[in-house]
């Protein structure tokens, strides 16, 4: 599966790097704002929720609907 990243705003290795964060800690979105924002990236926590919304998981790729 091809991830598109036309239109975006930031590099997609930043994307990726916040959503692996959130889906790999339990962290909150606004704990990976937080740690973006220390690595001189500002971004709200609504950008990352929709990151996560808009990128497929790895995780949910192996679970199957009844």
Known sequence: MTINFKGTHFPPDIILMGVRWYLAYPLSYRHVEELMEERGVPIDHATIQRWVVEIPS???????SP
Do not use: A, C, K, L
């Open 58 to 64: 790895p995780v949910g790729r192996g679970v199957s």
